[in-house]
């Protein structure tokens, strides 16, 4: 597995990084015991960078990465990701944001839960602009001057909020974020307006969550065709997340993997990780073949070709579905 620096810093990741959203009952259903075996199995094929949330499954998936990390050293070999930011607890109107009183307290149930006395990389999940970014950023550097956390990082910031943190950062000689988390794959390319040329130019990290675009990219999904059985967007919250126009996009995509005996979920995937910027694409496997075909795709080379020919379909700095738009509203608006 290829090793790359997370932006700025020193530290080394695998170019694939393993998401972790699926773990447990209350996210995709995937067992603790598929989960550890995925994890052991990533670690066993050279990746060594995880990423997590709080939110996920309300403590629940950083349960069981726990579980998985605390046997055989697993836990020191690898970069651990987390975040902070979304409600934990209903009836507590503080259980959420970017404010001091959250976070520390979110800090100390993410350690426990994830039984390790420091988190490599702790990330807010979305930006909070009616808090004073110095507020967030003192809170986190306390972390990190107490050896709770290692760096901290962002997700689904846009690039003039990160511009702001660096300014806070350096006016309060406070640590600074060294990585940003944002949604990145064929069907949504916003990122490349702002937010990578930023990212490139002051030294974070790049690390994409929905590579292939939470399964849309797989092919299982075909315009005028009901979604597959058991699949993440067959119903519920994720069920308006596609639309006729990405599908239609996604018919000429599938055309221009057959006609080259590609398999969709690598190349999305390759295209991803290829792209200038990139440190590492978050995959999301929910079964353990999942996992096995995410990585097959690290063999495929990408030729100058097929990108002028993907740019045609999907057009560079553009979104051709509102999928994320959907669910994700405001958060996303000013990518
Ligand atoms: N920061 C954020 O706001 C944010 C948001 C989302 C995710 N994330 C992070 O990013 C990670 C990855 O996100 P993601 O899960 O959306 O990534 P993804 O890799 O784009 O999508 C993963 C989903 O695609 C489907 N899939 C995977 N391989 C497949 C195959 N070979 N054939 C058909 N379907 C396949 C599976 O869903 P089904 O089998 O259930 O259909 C799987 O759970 C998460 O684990 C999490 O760590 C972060």
């Known amino acids: 597995m290829e090793l790359r620096s997370l932006g700025r810093t ?20 995937t067992s603790e015991e598929d989960s550890i075996e995925i994890m052991h199995r990533a670690i066993d094929a050279g990746i060594n960078f995880f990423d997590t949330a709080d939110i996920y499954g309300r403590g629940e998936s950083e349960t069981i990465t726990g579980n998985a990390l605390s046997v055989d050293g697993h836990r020191d070999r690898v970069f651990l990701a987390t975040k902070f930011f979304n409600k934990m607890d209903e009836g507590a109107p503080n259980s959420w944001g970017g404010h001091r009183f959250h976070i520390i307290k979110a800090c100390e149930d993410s350690l426990r839960r994830l039984q390790t006395d420091h988190i490599d990389l702790y990330q807010m999940h979305r930006p909070q602009p009616t808090i004073p970014i110095d507020e967030t950023l003192r809170a986190l550097d306390d972390l990190v001057r107490q050896g709770k956390v290692r760096y901290i990082g962002t997700s689904t910031f846009g690039a003039w ?27 949504d390319r916003r990122i490349e307006r702002e937010l990578l040329p930023f990212c490139q130019t002051y030294g974070f990290g790049v690390i994409p969550w929905a590579p292939i675009a939470g399964g849309l990219l797989s092919g299982k999904y075909r315009l005028g065709q009901p979604r597959p059985e058991g699949a993440r967007y067959e119903k519920g919250a994720f069920a308006n997340r596609d639309n006729d126009s990405a599908l239609a996009a996604i018919e000429l995509y599938l055309k221009f993997c057959e006609e080259r005996e590609y398999d969709p979920v690598h190349f999305a995937l390759a295209w991803c990780a290829a792209q200038s910027g990139v440190t590492s694409p978050i995959i999301g496997p929910r079964t353990l073949g999942q996992l096995e075909n995410y990585l097959k795709s690290m063999q495929l080379t990408i030729t100058v070709e097929d990108m002028t020919k993907i740019d045609s379909i999907f057009p560079p700095g553009t979104h051709v579905s509102n999928y994320y738009n959907a669910n994700f509203g405001p958060n996303t608006r000013w990518m």
């Open 10 to 29: 020193g530290v080394q990741v695998s170019a694939l990084c393993l998401g972790c959203m699926n773990w447990g009952d209350n996210n995709s259903g």
């Open 161 to 187: 909020q990160l511009v702001e943190s660096l300014w806070a950062s350096k006016e309060l000689s406070l640590n600074r974020f060294v990585c940003e988390q944002p949604p990145y794959n064929l069907l």
